[in-house]
């Protein structure tokens, strides 16, 4: 029988939530995936030539997304004045990592049972026009369309400031042109946030953010870019001709778009803190199967230290990292801006989630390395992780810099 590990509950609403959208998972996500297992487990199908997902592919996974709004749980950490059900950052962080916890890499069609703040609505469309509530949050709601998040460049990552992509006014609209890169979800997505120099002489204000749709003209996915030996991917290349955009596709205010993707990017350290704790739970849980029932020299090898040692450290670091997760989210929905704790619970999770898959996987010996058990997509995905939304060294620049500031509260 399980017991507590944590000391503190929940609140009520965070927890029916959590169990509601694993239950929701369970009974609409698992057995769909199952019946598609042809589609979702075979890249050739999965993927078309040009490395885009297929058709079918996209099918399933708006099928997914529908059915997950239908029932409320896509869209029940959107505030409530975009019309959501208002849920904060602790039951975002708590939801996914229940999510990727309880049902691994392999069932992925999960990822679309709960908005993800990039690709759904989320928070970051507070500050929509309502023009664009009326035409763009209808689709994203009911999660028959998709968006992503244009902000990374060839020539500006963890720096985003040096970004060069310029939306050139035009009596009263404006004309963007440049290039992105990285941008996950950009092949099937309906809507691009795309964050452009609008004042160049202003020093990181100048930067806005602009809802763009992808059938725009001017607009164009470039290529798929291709991660670990993947035949497809989600990443594209983009590039933006003259894509002309008019004042109502303006997010938040002109020229505060950096503040805007620093809130987004911090969105995603909370998605990926959770995915990386719960990934790492995960595997560690399929790591203690396997050592009490793989035999070698006359008993199962859970009866030796050099297997069950690295499993104990792991299990102290995930429960480290799960407790420093649930308190950013916690501070962030106090209204605090977190930034120390919240760049302390990436930077550390996914270093120990990805340290958890890996001991994972040596604990399997040559299984750890088959398809079937899934752990080097675990493996895959963490290791990416480790990059995306705020490299390990930029985390700790960043709380390095908040330390030397005064900022040593522990
Ligand atoms: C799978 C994936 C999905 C992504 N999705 C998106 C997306 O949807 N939208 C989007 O806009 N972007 C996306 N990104 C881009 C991501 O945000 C960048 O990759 C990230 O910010 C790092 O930028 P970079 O890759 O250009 O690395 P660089 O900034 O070039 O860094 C290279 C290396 O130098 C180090 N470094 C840089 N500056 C310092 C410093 N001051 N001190 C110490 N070390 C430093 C970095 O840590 C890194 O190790 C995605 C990336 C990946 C891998």
């Given at each position: 029988?399980?017991?507590?590990?944590?000391?503190?509950?929940?609140?009520?609403?965070?927890?029916?939530?959590?169990?509601?959208?694993?239950?929701?998972?369970?009974?609409?996500?698992?057995?769909?995936?199952?019946?598609?297992?042809?589609?979702?487990?075979?890249?050739?199908?999965?993927?078309?030539?040009?490395g885009r997902l297929s058709d079918a592919a996209v099918a399933v996974i708006k099928e997914v997304r529908i059915a997950a709004a239908k029932a409320g749980f896509y869209q029940m950490c959107v505030p409530e004045a975009l019309g959501g059900g208002g849920l904060g950052h602790l039951a975002y962080y708590v939801a996914w990592e229940a999510l990727f916890h309880r049902f691994g890499p392999q069932h992925w069609l999960v990822l679309q049972a709960l908005a993800h703040w990039a690709f759904g609505p989320s928070r970051l469309l507070t500050q929509m026009t309502p023009t664009a509530r009326e035409r763009i949050l209808p689709g994203l709601m009911s999660g028959t369309e998709s968006m992503c998040f244009g902000l990374s460049e060839p020539n500006a990552g963890s720096d985003a400031s040096m970004i060069k992509t310029r939306a050139n006014r035009v009596g009263d609209r404006w004309q963007i042109s440049g290039r992105k890169i990285w941008t996950t979800n950009a092949p099937t997505a309906d809507w691009c946030v795309v964050f452009a120099i609008t004042d160049a002489s202003a020093k990181r204000g100048g930067i806005s953010a602009f809802l763009v749709p992808t059938r725009a003209k001017g607009f164009t996915v470039q290529r798929v870019i291709k991660l670990f030996g993947h035949i497809g991917g989600d990443e594209a290349e983009l590039a933006f001709d003259e894509v002309e955009v008019e004042p109502w596709q303006v997010v938040g205010e002109l020229g505060q778009g950096f503040a805007a993707a620093l809130y987004g990017v911090s969105l995603g350290r909370i998605y990926n803190s959770a995915r990386a704790v719960g990934y790492g739970r995960w595997a560690l849980e399929r790591a203690l199967d396997y050592a009490n029932t793989r035999e070698a020299f006359g008993g199962p090898i859970a009866n030796y230290q050099g297997v069950t040692f690295p499993l104990a450290e792991s299990a102290t670091e995930l429960h480290a990292a799960h407790l420093l997760g649930l308190n950013a989210a916690t501070l962030l929905d106090r209204g605090e801006a977190a930034i120390k704790e919240l760049s302390m619970a990436k930077a550390y999770s996914v270093q120990v989630g990805l340290r958890a898959v890996d001991r994972a996987m040596q604990t399997h010996g040559a299984m750890g390395f088959t398809n079937e058990i899934g752990l080097t997509e675990a493996w895959h995905t963490l290791r990416i992780i480790n990059v995306a939304d705020g490299t390990n060294e930029i985390l700790n620049r960043t709380i390095a810099q908040r330390l030397l500031k005064g900022d040593t509260e522990l």
């Amino acid at each position: 029988m399980p017991m507590a590990a944590i000391a503190f509950d929940l609140p009520s609403d965070v927890a029916t939530a959590r169990d509601g959208i694993v239950a929701f998972a369970a009974a609409e996500v698992v057995p769909r995936h199952a019946r598609r297992r042809d589609l979702l487990e075979d890249p050739r199908k999965l993927y078309r030539d040009d490395g885009r997902l297929s058709d079918a592919a996209v099918a399933v996974i708006k099928e997914v997304r529908i059915a997950a709004a239908k029932a409320g749980f896509y869209q029940m950490c959107v505030p409530e004045a975009l019309g959501g059900g208002g849920l904060g950052h602790l039951a975002y962080y708590v939801a996914w990592e229940a999510l990727f916890h309880r049902f691994g890499p392999q069932h992925w069609l999960v990822l679309q049972a709960l908005a993800h703040w990039a690709f759904g609505p989320s928070r970051l469309l507070t500050q929509m026009t309502p023009t664009a509530r009326e035409r763009i949050l209808p689709g994203l709601m009911s999660g028959t369309e998709s968006m992503c998040f244009g902000l990374s460049e060839p020539n500006a990552g963890s720096d985003a400031s040096m970004i060069k992509t310029r939306a050139n006014r035009v009596g009263d609209r404006w004309q963007i042109s440049g290039r992105k890169i990285w941008t996950t979800n950009a092949p099937t997505a309906d809507w691009c946030v795309v964050f452009a120099i609008t004042d160049a002489s202003a020093k990181r204000g100048g930067i806005s953010a602009f809802l763009v749709p992808t059938r725009a003209k001017g607009f164009t996915v470039q290529r798929v870019i291709k991660l670990f030996g993947h035949i497809g991917g989600d990443e594209a290349e983009l590039a933006f001709d003259e894509v002309e955009v008019e004042p109502w596709q303006v997010v938040g205010e002109l020229g505060q778009g950096f503040a805007a993707a620093l809130y987004g990017v911090s969105l995603g350290r909370i998605y990926n803190s959770a995915r990386a704790v719960g990934y790492g739970r995960w595997a560690l849980e399929r790591a203690l199967d396997y050592a009490n029932t793989r035999e070698a020299f006359g008993g199962p090898i859970a009866n030796y230290q050099g297997v069950t040692f690295p499993l104990a450290e792991s299990a102290t670091e995930l429960h480290a990292a799960h407790l420093l997760g649930l308190n950013a989210a916690t501070l962030l929905d106090r209204g605090e801006a977190a930034i120390k704790e919240l760049s302390m619970a990436k930077a550390y999770s996914v270093q120990v989630g990805l340290r958890a898959v890996d001991r994972a996987m040596q604990t399997h010996g040559a299984m750890g390395f088959t398809n079937e058990i899934g752990l080097t997509e675990a493996w895959h995905t963490l290791r990416i992780i480790n990059v995306a939304d705020g490299t390990n060294e930029i985390l700790n620049r960043t709380i390095a810099q908040r330390l030397l500031k005064g900022d040593t509260e522990l």
